[in-house]
Each structure stands twice: as structure tokens, then as C-alpha cells.
């Protein structure tokens, strides 16, 4: 048995928020420091908005309770059956272990599952990640997301995103 199998995929709630500030404080903690409130303040504040709205879900990967990467989804109509899959983490030591493609995978089916819930149509999932993040891209075509094209300047001057889609429904749009 490897490390994902023992890995457990589930929503996040308010008691996971220190173990997901731990991953980004390795991770993507560039993404959260801003203006005057501190780095764990603004983690803090944004996973509970998050966690509290209806169309948005943070899932964490755990293993032996310890949170070791998070996957937050947000959808908010109007929106033409898409939804974005906003950050992805895993801890650093707890990287190339497959935990990374176990949570994406069955994070997003989650994630959709529960906006079908709501009612929502939603028809796919995409992502942006950098054009020199070939980890990541390898992650996220593992769990079914494939390359849709590129943006540059879209994070800044100089960089390039790569756009992933994953398709969730082979409904199509509703005419207007």
C-alpha cells in the first residue's frame, strides 16, 4: 500500500484551516501575503469565506488526521456550466506520492457532485497553472484536465498561464 492509499479525501471544515495554512506556508504562501493583515490571517479569512459559501468547497488530504494538501473549487453562476478549480496544494514533503493525483480526481468529482446538488449544470472544470509547471500539468492530466491554451501576462508581465479543462458533462449548453 502506498502513501495515497491511506491519504483520506474529504470537505474541508473550520478545524482544517491550521493544516491548510501549514501546506501553503510551503507551497503558495505568495498568494496570501497582502495588505495589513498577516499571512495566517488571510488564509484564515479566506478559507472561511470560502467554506461558508454554497458554491464554493475547499477538500482537504488527510493522512492520520494531519491535513498534507487541500483542492478549493469555485463556482459562481452565472457562469455557463464552468467552474474553476482555484488552488491546488500539497504539502512539500508529502509531494511525488501520488496523493496530489488521488485528491484532484476525486476532489473534482466531489465538487461537482455537490453543485449538481444545487442545481447547477455544470459542464467543466478549468484551471490555470504556470507554462513551466510541467508537474502540475502531468497532475492535472492525470485526473482528465487537458490543455485548452495559454495566457500571457495573465499574473504578471512575462508570465504565461496554461488554461486545463476537464470535461464533467457531455450536456451542452441551453440555447438562448
Not at 491546488?88 to 509531494?95: E, G, I, L, N, T
Request: net charge neutral; with cysteine; proline share 3%.
Amino acid at each position: 500500500m502506498n502513501l495515497a492509499d491511506k491519504v483520506i479525501i474529504q470537505l474541508g471544515d473550520l478545524e482544517d484551516i491550521l493544516g491548510i495554512t501549514r501546506v501553503l506556508e510551503g507551497t503558495l504562501k505568495q498568494d496570501f501575503v497582502y495588505g495589513p493583515r498577516s499571512f495566517e490571517e488571510n488564509v484564515r479569512y479566506s478559507c472561511l469565506k470560502s467554506m461558508t459559501h454554497q458554491n464554493e468547497r475547499i477538500y482537504v488530504a488527510k493522512e492520520i488526521g494531519d491535513v498534507v494538501g487541500f483542492a478549493w473549487f469555485m463556482n459562481h453562476p452565472p457562469n455557463n456550466g464552468t467552474a474553476i478549480l482555484e488552488m491546488f496544494a500539497v504539502r512539500k514533503d508529502k509531494q511525488k506520492r501520488g496523493i496530489g493525483t488521488r485528491l484532484i480526481t476525486e476532489a473534482s468529482d466531489l465538487f461537482v457532485e455537490s453543485q449538481r446538488a444545487l442545481g447547477c449544470n455544470l459542464r467543466t472544470l478549468h484551471l490555470t497553472t504556470n507554462v513551466s509547471n510541467g508537474a502540475a500539468q502531468t497532475i492535472y492530466g492525470r485526473a482528465g484536465y487537458r490543455p485548452a491554451g495559454e495566457i500571457k501576462g495573465f499574473v504578471g508581465e512575462g508570465n504565461i498561464e496554461v488554461v486545463m479543462i476537464k470535461k464533467v458533462s457531455s450536456e451542452s449548453a441551453p440555447e438562448e
